[in-house]
């Protein structure tokens, strides 16, 4: 029997009960949620990671917490308890920075670019794989009308965020840019009204999401 690991906040008189299924360990000023699990190699269900999600968002509602991604594992409660205290500087400054906060996401999926005039006279072949190499030869870093565009948007924004994370990645009709911002709670209503003001350029639509637990925010800053 293994623990499966949610998310840590801090430990006050009044947490939360857990949800069904869970349970919660509190040691050195920290408080875990977790749920005993069978050790298994099978992938996770679609229903199980919507259930582990929906616990992290309930407690996220009510408190400042650090979500962990799912898949996290302990031995026991007293490794549990080890892991607490060893992390607990870091862990409290996280939390502190944290605190009050909430992430905001927006997706943009630009349209893929056109070939050039000379890859149009390649053979049908040749046009595909230098279509692939165009596509990922980027994969891992912004091009420079996305990387603009990431800035227009942020700077739309302003005043609305206190830290920003951004990433790019292929999709089927294009390139995905993902932008996630540290909100305020109390700025989320802001944030959602300059947002739906932003106008992608044309071919390129926008998606809208959260308020969610800061999984990409989770991480010392140091």
Same mark, same amino acid.
């Given at each position: 029997?293994?623990?499966?690991?949610?998310?840590?906040?801090?430990?006050?008189?009044?947490?939360?009960?857990?949800?069904?299924?869970?349970?919660?360990?509190?040691?050195?000023?920290?408080?875990?949620?977790?749920?005993?699990?069978?050790?298994?190699?099978?992938?996770? #269900?679609? &229903?199980?990671?919507? +259930?582990? @999600?929906?616990?992290?968002? /309930?407690?996220?509602? %009510?408190? *400042?917490?650090?979500?962990?991604?799912?898949?996290?594992?302990?031995?026991?409660?007293?490794?549990?308890?080890?892991?607490l205290?060893?992390?607990?500087?870091?862990?409290?400054?996280?939390?502190?920075?944290?605190h009050?906060?909430?992430?905001?996401?927006?997706?943009?999926?630009?349209?893929?670019?056109?070939?050039?005039?000379?890859?149009?006279?390649?053979?049908?072949?040749?046009?595909?794989l230098?279509?692939?190499?165009?596509?990922? #030869?980027? &994969?891992?870093?912004? +091009?420079? @009308?996305?990387?603009?565009? /990431?800035?227009?948007? %942020?700077? *739309?924004l302003?005043?609305?965020?206190?830290?920003?994370?951004r990433?790019?990645?292929?999709?089927?009709?294009?390139?995905?840019?993902?932008?996630?911002?540290?909100t305020?709670?109390?700025?989320?209503?802001?944030?959602?009204?300059?947002?739906?003001?932003?106008?992608?350029?044309?071919g390129?639509?926008?998606?809208?999401?959260?308020?969610?637990?800061?999984?990409?925010?989770?991480?010392?800053?140091?």
């Open positions: 029997m293994k623990y499966l690991l949610y998310c840590v906040f801090r430990q006050e008189s009044d947490d939360p009960p857990p949800a069904p299924g869970t349970c919660v360990v509190a040691a050195h000023g920290l408080t875990a949620v977790v749920s005993p699990v069978e050790e298994t190699s099978a992938a996770p #269900s679609v &229903a199980s990671l919507l +259930a582990y @999600e929906k616990v992290v968002e /309930a407690i996220h509602g %009510a408190r *400042s917490v650090i979500p962990l991604r799912y898949g996290c594992l302990m031995e026991s409660e007293p490794a549990i308890v080890r892991w205290e060893d992390h607990r500087q870091e862990y409290l400054a996280l939390l502190s920075r944290l009050g906060l909430t992430e905001m996401g927006i997706r943009v999926l630009c349209a893929a670019r056109r070939g050039s005039l000379r890859e149009s006279c390649l053979p049908p072949g040749a046009a595909y230098a279509s692939l190499r165009r596509r990922y #030869s980027a &994969a891992d870093g912004f +091009a420079p @009308e996305e990387a603009q565009l /990431a800035d227009r948007i %942020a700077g *739309s302003s005043g609305c965020y206190t830290e920003q994370r990433e790019i990645s292929p999709a089927d009709q294009g390139r995905l840019v993902s932008l996630y911002f540290l305020p709670r109390s700025s989320v209503e802001c944030f959602r009204h300059k947002a739906r003001q932003i106008r992608p350029p044309g390129a639509k926008l998606l809208l999401s959260g308020p969610w637990p800061p999984y990409n925010f989770a991480a010392s800053s140091g």
